[in-house]
């Protein structure tokens, strides 16, 4: 619990010192998701875990940001809800990849709970360099750059020039790969989390399916298909069937 405690000690300094969690957290909240977020902090100094989840959870439904997440995850963590506080930091790096916290805040759970990171294939591990909004921005760019090289001379009759020659392979390799990074971050959106520890994997689709293992909360999954209130995911070594209330998707 270092860690996290070490965490904690840091919301409540700048909650003290008059600096605001919305401030620490670079977070521009406005509405029924700021009010929610400030009875979250009142309720997690209150050592009031779980209406700080729940006010957390109604803050980032309202206005998903790295920030609440992060709180709703050690608000969870201290209500011993290991799945689902990795979900939560899971789903504040789906936002931002490259915040500290929550990269810290999983290492610690996952060594804690003893669980893996997701599998990722390499499409998918290049689409987390980035938020997923910005390898579309990017493939845009990526494509205007290569259709300007192109055309533009030709519009202003120009000869075209080793360098526009160079830009126009350069947009569209960034084009390309962008394309495929987009594509990872379509297939991760079929990523989750194990909620609940002892969770039953059934052969099939019914409560009185024999059971073939329990998985950990936190266990990275992949959801396939969907039956009814089941869901079919696979898991690093095996596959079955999981009730949906089990499985927290990363990407709503």
């Known amino acids: 619990m270092k860690h996290l405690r070490f965490a904690i000690c840091d919301l409540r300094f700048f909650h003290r010192h008059g600096c605001g969690l919305a401030l620490f957290f670079a977070v521009n909240f ?43 995850g050690l608000a969870e963590w201290q209500r011993g809800h290991a799945g689902t506080a990795i979900l939560a930091w899971e789903k504040a790096r789906w936002i931002d990849p490259f915040d500290p916290r929550a ?44 259709v300007g ?4 001379p030709r519009f202003f009759r120009r000869r075209k020039t080793g360098e526009q020659q160079w830009l126009a392979a350069l947009g569209f390799g960034v084009f390309l790969f962008s394309l495929t990074a987009n594509l990872g971050v379509v297939s991760r959106t079929n990523t989750g989390f194990i909620l609940e520890k002892n ?9 009185e399916a024999e059971v073939i293992s329990t998985l950990t909360a936190g266990e990275p ?25 089990a499985f927290g998707q990363v990407s709503q």
Do not use: C, H, M
């Open 30 to 72: 406005a509405g029924a998701a700021e009010d929610f977020f400030a009875q979250g902090v009142a309720a997690y100094q209150a050592v009031q875990f779980p209406e700080a989840a729940a006010a957390f959870q109604k803050s980032a439904q309202t206005q998903p940001a790295v920030g609440t997440f992060i709180n709703l």
């Open 103 to 146: 990269e810290a805040d999983l290492k610690f759970a996952r060594a804690v709970a003893q669980v893996d990171k997701p599998q990722l294939k390499w499409f998918e591990t290049a689409s987390t360099w980035l938020p997923p909004n910005a390898w579309v921005w990017l493939a845009g760019g990526g494509l205007w750059l290569a």
């Open 149 to 152: 090289a192109l055309v533009l």
């Open 199 to 207: 969770t039953p994997l059934r052969l099939t689709p019914t409560r």
């Open 221 to 245: 999954v992949r959801r396939l298909r969907a039956r009814g209130n089941y869901l079919f995911i696979r898991t690093a070594s095996e596959a079955g069937w999981v009730e949906q209330s």
